[in-house]
């Protein structure tokens, strides 16, 4: 079961959980979330190691559709839990904007 959160409930978590940005460097570069690391899709699984389990992880792109299979496949197939950002960086950009 793939698990989300709302950016109405990641705020209300800040800054007590790890959060990752899985678009590429220039997408990061143009605005990310404060406090996020920048980890591309592309390298998410060379770098399990930056992952601090002992924190709710939660992935992000800019949608909310790309960090999906990630979140997918790291709870299936690494038992690591995770979190998908519901609507991605867009979504959470109209939120704190509000």
């Known amino acids: 079961m793939l698990k989300e959160i709302t950016s109405e409930e990641l705020l209300h978590k800040l800054p007590k959980v790890q959060l990752i940005d899985i678009r590429e460097q220039y997408e990061y570069e143009d605005g990310h979330i404060e406090g996020s690391i920048n980890i591309p899709m592309g390298d998410v699984l060379e770098n399990l190691n930056k992952l601090d389990q002992t924190k709710e992880i939660i992935f992000y792109c800019n949608t ?18 995770s979190y998908n950002l519901k609507g991605g960086y867009k979504n959470f950009s109209k939120i704190i904007a509000k």
Not at 64 to 81: A, D
């Open 64 to 81: 909310g559709r790309r960090s999906k299979p990630v979140v997918f496949m790291l709870n299936k197939l690494h038992k690591i839990s």
